[in-house]
């Protein structure tokens, strides 16, 4: 891997709000100092030890390396061969197609919604690449409040590491072709409209979906009618991996939508279908006659919304009486959900927070403790027009105190872990565990007011100035990976981000999880 890719990586983190401070090691020195802590002399040190850790890695080979040739978990080399696998040159090429091995075959999907349901979709994403086969193109997150910005994948998620742990080949959009280089090609290519099929539309996110900015363009093509998974909720995904599999059927199907002009539009009640034209009553976006089906390109395969693919329910954005529990955990999450962790630099952050907020030293010393995630914000207005009271969230971590002693005094057996890890025993009871808690109100709230009464540690990132020092998307992440480190974890009903910090607590720490009743 030469230079010049990471050059160009860095011109994309920059533009996504990576942190400056890297670059300038003394910007976050003299804000540790101005901190008011006692602490500020440990952390000062520590911090500046890591910045010359980082900066040395970024002066040396750019941003890219940050987040992979570290060589933690011994993941960096096989990394690095699969990409000289799975990609036709060293650097990002003017169009995707130039970029694809010959002997190799692709898919990439579109996204939307929040980085959670992001996240979410491309699980789905990735678990249809191990099935089907194909390496994976995986488009960059979108964060949606501020300003859209891009972030590559793989400064999100520890790709190395993931690959260690799967063999799933992936990598980054970007190391198929630059966003926003100048030179970069046109190219169209036609997507499997999963999103038509489940909501009646296509999936037309044109900034989430990350795919414009490379001067990638997408047309669609209908899917056939899927089987719905439990709760007859999303498409089924082993139905549409089937037909994904299958190119006698993809090709039969061609056909059909091309005799019969699918997909249609409604009739409206009233209306005389027989009078109904099916070559001007086409979905928007939809051309079965002159355009291109997804079957002409047998190298590069498109999908628009695998968030609506799985084995479960995905979290509605209004309710449906469908608890968290029976759809939170499907086949994408355990062979590739679970796997997915934040890059190195996240984790050592977190450290450095959960260090500073207990008193300690080491990272070692950090106590033991019980997670929980306050989700407010929009959730007001859906939801029953009530927030979870905070009441409820109490509850809850007795709850959960109570689960994780039964643990300890009952531990699973390796078969009933299924993989996870056994709780760990400290030398404090669950009883006495410390909670740590985020949300998503602003420091000074009524909420954060109470939070202190109840003598919950809440994670400030206005006091650790957070988005200053490391960018816009340090604070979820750093939420996400402090969440994750919970031997307990209490979320939130209805939120995705309250589903994955949950999931991660049960996979990673062999912890429980219990969400607060909203009511
Ligand atoms: C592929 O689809 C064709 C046509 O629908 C069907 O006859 C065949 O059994 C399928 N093949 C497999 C392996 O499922």
């Known amino acids: 891997m030469s230079t010049a890719r990471y050059a160009a990586l860095d011109a994309i983190s920059a533009a996504a709000g990576r942190p400056s401070s890297h670059s300038s090691p003394l910007a976050l020195a003299r804000a ?18 890591l910045l010359l850790v980082v900066g040395l890695l ?4 750019g941003v890219a ?4 040739p570290q060589g933690r978990y011994g993941a960096a080399r096989a990394f690095r061969d699969m990409l000289r696998r799975q990609l036709r040159e060293q650097e990002p090429q003017k169009a995707l197609s130039r970029q694809l091995a010959d002997d190799k075959e692709y898919i990439t999907g579109m996204l939307f919604g929040g980085q959670s349901n992001q996240l979410l979709a491309l699980l789905n994403l990735l678990y249809l690449g191990k099935e089907l086969g194909r390496t994976v193109i995986l488009p960059p ?34 190391f198929f072709k630059t966003p926003g280089a100048p030179d970069n090609e046109k190219e169209h290519v036609t997507c499997w409209s999963l999103m038509e099929k489940y909501t009646g539309a296509v999936n037309n996110h044109q900034v989430e979906t990350g795919f414009n900015e490379h001067e990638v363009y997408t047309d669609f093509w209908a899917v056939p009618a899927f ?60 051309d079965p006659l002159h355009g291109v089906p997804p079957t002409d390109d047998e190298q590069l395969m498109c999908v628009d919304a695998t968030f609506y693919v799985g084995n479960s329910v995905p979290p509605p954005p209004y309710p449906q009486r469908v608890p968290l529990d029976p759809w939170r955990v499907g086949k994408a999450w355990k062979k590739v959900g679970q796997h997915l962790h934040w890059i190195p630099e996240v984790q050592d952050f977190a450290d450095d927070y959960l260090k500073r907020i207990f008193g300690v030293n ?50 699973l057996s390796a078969e009933e872990r299924e993989g996870k890890p056994a709780l760990r025993r400290f030398d404090i009871p669950p009883s ?12 000074g709230s009524e909420l954060w ?3 202190d009464k109840l003598g919950w540690k809440v994670i400030n990132h206005v006091e650790f100035r957070t988005q200053e020092l490391l960018g816009e998307w340090y604070p979820s992440m750093l939420d996400g990976e402090i969440l994750s480190r919970g031997q307990g974890f209490v979320g939130t009903q209805w939120s995705t981000f309250s589903m994955l910090s949950g999931n991660r607590v049960e996979y990673w720490q062999g912890g429980v999880q219990v969400v607060a009743d909203p009511k």
């Open 32 to 49: 540790y100092l101005a901190s008011s802590s006692r602490r500020t002399f440990c952390c000062l040190v520590a911090g500046l030890a």
């Open 58 to 61: 970024h002066s040396h080979a």
């Open 65 to 68: 390396d940050l987040a992979w």
């Open 141 to 174: 997150f979108t964060a949606m409040h501020f300003k859209g910005q891009h972030r590559p994948f793989h400064l999100v998620y520890d790709l190395p590491r993931f690959y260690a742990e799967t063999a799933i080949p992936a990598a980054p959009f970007s």
């Open 227 to 286: 089987p719905r998974s439990t709760e007859n909720a999303v498409l089924d995904v082993d139905a549409v991996i089937a037909f994904l599999r299958n190119r006698t059927e993809q090709l039969d199907w061609i056909e059909t939508t091309r005799r019969d002009l699918l997909p249609q539009r409604g009739i409206a009640k009233g209306v005389d279908p027989a009078s109904v034209v099916p070559e001007e009553n086409l979905k928007p976006f939809f």
């Open 362 to 411: 080491r990272a070692a010393d950090i106590p033991p403790y019980i997670s929980v995630h306050v989700r407010r914000g929009d959730f007001k207005n859906f939801h029953g027009n009530t927030f979870t009271p905070l009441q409820n969230y109490v509850d809850a971590v007795n709850a959960i105190r109570i689960k994780l002693q039964n643990r300890l005094d009952h531990p």
């Open 432 to 443: 006495q565990y410390r909670v740590v808690a985020t949300t998503d109100e602003e420091p």
């Open 449 to 451: 007011g109470e939070l």
